[in-house]
């Protein structure tokens, strides 16, 4: 029986022997440095009575991941003001009311609120939907765009309704095998951006209609987790195939992305999560350990960029305490039991919950994105990340 079943939450900091008086004071500190520390440390900005933005010190803008993120941060942290901030923000600025995008968000603003694209990335969607439904849930609707389950019912709309029915654009998910998409009408997918967990409440709160829509997703995206994560290694690709391949095709911004890096990260953080609130096991539940247990032969290890098989590269980590906060999230995919045996799969998982406890928030220009992620694992390590 999982936690959207029983309302019960693991406490895996409390498993590993902190006192609740130590994990309480060690979020209200990460909380406080994130949205309020010194400008060298924050993430978090107010502009003027009613509005606010999290800004990418390492790109200097303001993005649909960001933006999202800071609101589930909120309506988990009971933080009211500062998500109607984060909110109003974005729908001010990156909501686009028309052209082909119209219904979605721009990815990237600069933080005067300027666009500095027209195209959405499909994870900020997600994120901003599930956080505007807790909020309905927790807080209760209001008026205009604080009527945030309307507002989640209809980006969730957008994202899988668009070109049908002479609407303009592309839908953010393949209607046939109702996998999340890259980018809108693109034809791979991100193992990062799939979260069964969040499409299992879409398919109880979304518009009538669109309900089985997110039930047969969140079946596709577990079954999908499962063929992404490597047999061995537990490492899925940043880009994948809808066969769960790595995705080895150029594309037009350059680079690599058939590796374990940066976005990739994320995915055995979502697992846990989903392992937490529904339990629903595709075989995508073992990857976490597997990938903990790869990285634990040598904690260096996590310094570089591997191809999904294990095989480095002479590439750096570009967010080391980001990778070690959602690898440490992986844990809640473990179950408690061996704890005597130091060769046991939860006394791996432990340790990787122990170094994160232990691992302090970064700094310097590259925080945003290793913090995103550091203050989202404090948050489900400590059983304050909650269906609300």
Same mark, same amino acid.
């Given at each position: 029986m999982k936690a959207f079943t029983t309302g019960k939450y693991r406490n895996l900091f409390a498993e590993i022997g902190k006192t609740q008086e130590e994990i309480e004071q060690k979020i209200a500190d990460a909380v406080r440095v994130f949205f309020y520390g010194s400008e060298d440390e924050r993430i978090y900005h107010e502009v003027g009575e009613d509005m606010a933005y999290l800004e990418d010190t390492?790109?200097?803008?303001?993005?649909? *991941?960001?933006?999202?993120?800071?609101?589930?941060?909120?309506?988990?942290?009971?933080?009211?003001?500062?998500?109607? #901030?984060?909110?109003?923000?974005?729908?001010? !600025?990156?909501?686009?009311? $028309?052209?082909?995008? *119209?219904? !979605?968000?721009?990815?990237?603003?600069?933080?005067?609120? $300027?666009?500095?694209?027209?195209?959405?990335?499909?994870?900020?969607?997600?994120?901003?939907?599930?956080?505007?439904?807790?909020?309905?849930?927790?807080?209760?609707?209001?008026?205009?765009?604080?009527?945030?389950? #309307?507002?989640?019912?209809?980006?969730? #709309?957008?994202?899988i309704h668009k070109g049908e029915n002479g609407r303009v654009g592309q839908p953010m998910w393949n209607r046939e095998n109702k996998q999340i998409l890259f980018v809108p009408g693109c034809p791979f997918t991100d193992p990062s951006y799939h979260l069964p967990h969040f499409y299992e409440l879409f398919a109880l709160w979304a518009y009538e209609e669109d309900r089985e829509f997110w039930k047969q997703a969140a079946d596709a995206s577990r079954k999908y987790l499962a063929k992404a994560c490597h047999p061995v290694t537990g490492m899925n690709p940043e880009y994948g195939e809808f066969d769960g391949s790595p995705m080895d095709k150029e594309l037009p911004w350059g680079g690599k992305h058939n590796q374990f890096f940066s976005d990739a990260y994320r995915t055995a953080a979502n697992i846990g999560l989903d392992c937490e609130w529904f339990g629903v096991d595709e075989g995508q539940y073992a990857a976490p350990l597997r990938l903990m247990r790869f990285l634990h032969t040598d904690l260096e290890a996590a310094r570089c960029v591997f191809d999904v098989d294990g095989t480095p590269t002479e590439q750096t980590v570009l967010h080391p305490v980001g990778l070690l906060a959602t690898t440490a999230q992986g844990a809640l995919a473990v179950e408690r039991n061996g704890a005597d045996n130091p060769e046991s799969d939860w006394s791996v998982a432990a340790h990787w919950v122990d170094w994160f406890w232990n691992q302090p928030l970064r700094k310097g220009d590259r925080r945003y994105y290793d913090n995103c992620l550091y203050l989202f694992a404090l948050l489900a390590l400590s059983g304050n990340y909650r269906i609300w």
């Open positions: 390492g790109n200097h803008d303001a993005r649909t *991941e960001g933006m999202s993120y800071g609101m589930m941060m909120c309506v988990q942290l009971d933080m009211k003001k500062e998500f109607d #901030r984060i909110w109003k923000w974005a729908k001010t !600025y990156m909501w686009m009311s $028309e052209g082909e995008n *119209e219904g !979605y968000f721009a990815w990237s603003c600069k933080t005067n609120g $300027e666009k500095n694209a027209y195209g959405p990335a499909p994870d900020g969607e997600e994120y901003f939907a599930m956080a505007l439904f807790f909020a309905s849930n927790r807080w209760g609707d209001g008026e205009g765009i604080f009527e945030y389950s #309307r507002e989640a019912k209809d980006i969730l #709309r957008a994202c």
